[in-house]
C-alpha cells in the first residue's frame, strides 16, 4: 500500500463557485445524525480496464471541487444548537489514497472488497471537512483500476454519487489545459423546499396528521414484521461486509425481457427476490411478513426540475410489510410490490418519512444522539433494495466497464442491496453488518436470491436484440 495521496496547500482548490453556507434540509439532518450512530456514508465503485494516473486523479478532484458547493462543507452545529448547518471549507481537499492490490482467483470484485468494507466502516469525523475522500485501486498483473469515490449521505445520494463519478472520469481524461475554468454552479434548493405543496406538510398539520394515521392503520392490517432468526440486532461496533452479483449479457436481457413482458420492471422483479430469498432462508411453509424498504429519488416528486449536479441528497424511504408463504411467486409479488410503492409514492408517503413524529423528534434534538440511536433501535428487521437504474456513459473514457454503489446497512437492516446498470452489465452490492448476521446468512441469501432471478431469466427465450436492456432497472 502507498500512503495517503492528499493535494498539498498550494494545491487548494480554484476559485470556488458559490457558497453552501446553509442550514441542513431534515434528510439531510437525518443522515448527518444517522452516520453518529451507525456509520451512513457510501462508495460509488468504478471497475476499469486499465490503470488511472493518480496525478490526473487529483487535479480531476480539484477542479471537480471547485464546482460542487457540497464537496467544501463540513457540518456544525447552529449557533443555538437547534440543529445543523453546512460550513464551507475553502482550503480543505479531497485526499485520494492509492494503493496496488494483487487479484487472485475470485476476481477483481472480491479483491476490492475489502477496500470498500473499509470504507464503509470509516466514518467523517464530527466537524471534518470535506465530506468526501477517494480511493484508487490498481492491479498491473490483470490491467485493472478501481476508482472508489466516498461521500458523506448527507450531501449526496445514488444518482448524484454516480454523476459525481461521471465527471470526475471525464475530467481525468481531458487534458489539463483543456479543462478550461470550473463551471459556475449554484447549489440546488434543499429537498424539502421543492416539495409540491401539498405534500409540505409544515403548512398542512391537519393533513399530516391524517396521511401518519393512514400509515398507522395500513401497517396494523399488514401485520407486525416477523422476526429474522438468522439476523441479531445487538449494540456492537459496526462491522460492514459487502458481495457483489453481476448479471450481463443474455442474462440481462432475458432477465429484462421477462419483467416487461409481465408489465413490471426490473426493480420489481429484483425486490421480489430478495424477499423470497429471506422467506425460503426462514425455512417454513408458514405465512411470513417481511419489511422492505424502497429508496425513493424525490427528484422525480418535486415541484419544480432538479438535474442530478450539482450534488445533493434528494432521496427518501417507503416502507412496506409483505405477505409470503410457500405459494408465493415472483412475478405476483413483484406486481404487489410495484404497485404499492407506485400508490405510496402518488400520496406522498416519501415526503412524509422526513416529517414523522419519531423523526420529527429525533431531528429536534440534535445534541441528543442516544434517543436518536434509541428510536434507530426500535424499527423492526427488514431488508432494502435501492435501484438508481441505467447509468450514463462516461462519454470520454470507454475503459470504464461498470460503476455501483455501496451504503453501509443501517443496524436494523438484515441486508441493503443496491443495483446499477452500466453498458449492459447490472451490478448488485449487497451491504451487510457481519457482527448482525450468523454465519454465512449473507452468502445463502444472496445464493437464493440469484436462483430466483434464474428462473425468472429461463422463463422467456433469448431476446433478438439488445434493445431491451437500456432501462433495465427502473425504479418504481
Known amino acids: 500500500m502507498t500512503p495517503v495521496q492528499s493535494t498539498s496547500p498550494d494545491q487548494a482548490c480554484p476559485s470556488p463557485a458559490s457558497s453552501a453556507d446553509r442550514i441542513l434540509d431534515p434528510a439531510e439532518a437525518y443522515f448527518h445524525m444517522l452516520d453518529q450512530v451507525s456509520t451512513m456514508n457510501f462508495v460509488v465503485v468504478v471497475e476499469r480496464a486499465g490503470p488511472l494516473d493518480p496525478g490526473r486523479v487529483s487535479e480531476a478532484l480539484l477542479h471537480l ?146 396521511a401518519a394515521g393512514v400509515l398507522m392503520r395500513e401497517s396494523a392490517l399488514s401485520g407486525q414484521p416477523n422476526a429474522l432468526p438468522w439476523f441479531v440486532k445487538t449494540p456492537h461496533t459496526r462491522d460492514p461486509r459487502l458481495l457483489w452479483t453481476v448479471i450481463d449479457g443474455e442474462r440481462l ?36 411478513n417481511l419489511l422492505l424498504t424502497c429508496p425513493v429519488d424525490m427528484r422525480q416528486h418535486s415541484s419544480v426540475p432538479v438535474d442530478v449536479a450539482p450534488t445533493a441528497v434528494y432521496a427518501s424511504n417507503l416502507y412496506a410489510t409483505y405477505a409470503v408463504d410457500a405459494r408465493t411467486d415472483v412475478f405476483t409479488l413483484a406486481k404487489q410490490v410495484m404497485t404499492r410503492t407506485r400508490e405510496q409514492a402518488a400520496r406522498g408517503d416519501a415526503h412524509l418519512f422526513f416529517s414523522s413524529r419519531e423523526v420529527s423528534k429525533a431531528l429536534a434534538a440534535p445534541s441528543d444522539l442516544a434517543a436518536f440511536a434509541r428510536m434507530v433501535a426500535n424499527v423492526p428487521h427488514g431488508s432494502v433494495l435501492s435501484a438508481v437504474g441505467l447509468l450514463p456513459v462516461v462519454e470520454l473514457d470507454p475503459e470504464v466497464q461498470s460503476i455501483s454503489f455501496a451504503i453501509c446497512s443501517a443496524p436494523h437492516h438484515a441486508l441493503f442491496s443496491a443495483a446499477s446498470t452500466y453498458m449492459g452489465r447490472m451490478v448488485i452490492s449487497t451491504a451487510y453488518d457481519d457482527n448482525n448476521l450468523v454465519p454465512g446468512t449473507a452468502e445463502r441469501l444472496i445464493q437464493l436470491m440469484e436462483q430466483v432471478l434464474d428462473d425468472v431469466a429461463a422463463s422467456v427465450p433469448a431476446p433478438a436484440s439488445t434493445n431491451c436492456v437500456g432501462s433495465a432497472v427502473a425504479t418504481s
Open 65 to 210: 471541487q471547485a464546482e460542487e458547493p457540497l464537496l467544501r462543507v463540513g457540518i456544525a452545529l447552529t449557533a443555538d444548537a437547534t440543529g445543523f448547518r453546512f460550513v464551507e471549507s475553502p482550503g480543505a481537499t479531497i485526499p485520494l489514497e492509492v494503493a496496488h492490490v494483487r487479484v487472485d482467483s475470485r476476481g477483481v470484485l472480491a479483491a476490492w472488497a475489502p477496500w470498500i468494507e473499509r470504507q464503509l466502516k470509516r466514518p467523517f469525523p464530527p466537524g471534518s471537512a470535506p465530506l468526501a475522500r477517494c480511493t484508487l485501486l490498481q492491479s498491473g498483473a490483470q490491467q485493472k483500476a478501481c476508482l472508489a469515490v466516498t461521500l458523506h449521505h448527507s450531501i449526496a445520494d445514488g444518482r448524484s454519487g454516480a454523476e459525481i463519478v461521471r465527471r470526475l472520469l471525464n475530467r481525468v481524461a481531458t487534458p489539463v489545459a483543456e479543462l478550461g475554468p470550473p463551471i459556475q454552479r449554484a447549489p440546488v434548493p434543499p429537498m424539502h423546499s421543492v416539495f409540491p405543496s401539498q405534500f409540505r406538510w409544515a403548512d398542512h398539520p391537519g393533513a399530516l396528521r391524517a
Open 253 to 288: 436481457m432475458r432477465l429484462t425481457a421477462s419483467a416487461r413482458s409481465r408489465g413490471l420492471t426490473v426493480h420489481s422483479v429484483l425486490t421480489a427476490a430478495q424477499l423470497l430469498s429471506q422467506y425460503r432462508l426462514l425455512g417454513t411453509d408458514q405465512r411470513a
